[in-house]
């Protein structure tokens, strides 16, 4: 099973692993640097979890996901609007988000596109907008028995990436993940400059 057909079929297992969760810790070094009322795109939203917690804190959020049946969880679940879409190919020009969040949204993007993908989702913000991005901390490939593929990166390999693409590292944390514990997340707070990558 491919990492986009996992989501799809396994949309109700997956709510249920991820959805208890509470986001707080990493959303909260995000939303220090907001003002009231942010406009934040959720990309790759799953179930809405992190929507929720962020809409509770009277943000206006709206999710972004390729499998349809998470974005129909994540509308049932946050009252927000969800866009059924892959992020590969949506067009993100006339968004004029004041935050993105990519809480894990590119683990599953190859390391040669991975900057390419990260610029056109950038297109999504304002200038001087904020991004709070995710990734596993590692080296390589990682398959799991599920089909899932996911793509590690050492910390030390995405910086120059930020950089190219306009963004500079306001904040920078590790967690252990809750639900799989030899896993690492790396978190990044960054802001973007006026110029984004063009690629």
């Known amino acids: 099973m491919s990492s986009k057909s996992f989501y799809q079929n396994q949309a109700q297992a997956y ?7 509470d986001p707080s810790l990493f959303l909260l070094p995000l939303v220090r640097h907001l ?15 992190d929507m929720l917690w962020l809409t509770n804190m009277g943000y206006s959020c709206t999710g972004l996901d390729s499998s349809p049946a998470l974005a129909e969880l994540a509308r049932r679940h946050t009252g927000q609007p969800v866009i059924e879409a892959d992020f590969e190919t949506f067009d993100f020009q006339e968004m004029d988000m004041d935050a993105l969040l990519l809480v894990g949204a590119l683990v599953h993007v190859p390391h040669e596109r991975f900057q390419l993908i990260l610029s056109r989702i950038l297109r ?9 991005l ?39 944390f590790k967690q252990q993940s809750k639900i799989r514990g030899s896993d690492i997340w790396m978190s990044f707070v960054l802001q973007s400059q ?3 990558c063009q690629i």
Do not use: N
């Open 15 to 21: 709510f249920d692993q991820t959805f208890g969760v």
């Open 35 to 49: 003002s009231p009322g942010a406009r934040i795109l959720d990309v790759g939203c799953g179930a809405g979890r």
């Open 124 to 132: 999504a913000l304002k200038p001087q907008g904020h991004v709070l």
């Open 134 to 172: 995710a990734m596993k901390q590692g080296q390589g490939v990682q398959t799991r028995p599920d089909g899932r593929v996911f793509y590690l990166w050492p910390k030390d390999d995405l910086m120059p990436i930020f950089e190219d693409c306009g963004l500079i590292c306001i904040e920078y």
């Open 194 to 196: 006026l110029c984004h």
